[in-house]
């Protein structure tokens, strides 16, 4: 039992951390696709310091468009999704010696929660076939990876 939880919360710790990673690195390669309306407002701003309390301007279409997020972006952030959740998938089938394909099933099953709570906490934020794709990509990248350690082990 408390080797099947190993496994799960060891297969999603090498998700997340990879999946960290690469995000660094991706902003660290790619600084124009870091969201630009993040910046701190200036005082005298519309929406800074010198402003009546609860004055909200209209925003204008640029604001409303999120920033960097074109074809490449999107690529290359859903293929790092992938890469780290097939990662995670690899080692919970590793690490779980009795039965690897229902931990790695178990392991699908928590992505898939946690990737749907994500983009219902980012609508609005990001593209909505964006989000669509990402809650789909990370449970498929973790069966995929599940997978590639069964066949290594011979089961598949």
């Known amino acids: 039992m408390v ?28 600084p ?31 604001e409303l468009r999120p920033a960097g997020w074109g074809p490449a972006c999107i690529f290359v952030n859903l293929g790092s999704s992938f890469l780290s959740a097939a990662a995670g998938g690899y080692v919970t089938a590793w690490i779980a010696a009795a039965n690897p394909l229902i931990h790695v099933l178990a392991l699908a099953i928590v992505v898939l929660a946690l990737s749907a709570l994500s983009a219902l906490q980012a609508r609005g934020r990001q593209p909505v076939g964006y989000q669509l794709a990402q809650v789909a990509i990370s449970p498929i990248g973790v069966l995929a990876g599940g997978l590639v350690r069964l066949r290594m082990l011979g089961i598949l």
């Open 32 to 62: 124009g696709w870091a969201d630009t309306h993040s910046e701190p407002r200036k005082p005298g701003h519309p929406t800074g310091d010198l402003c009546p309390a609860g004055y909200k301007p209209e925003p204008s279409v640029d």
């Open 3 to 30: 080797h099947a939880f190993l496994a799960l919360v060891a297969g999603f710790a090498v998700t997340v951390l990879l999946a960290m990673g690469l995000t660094a690195l991706i902003a660290r390669l790619a």
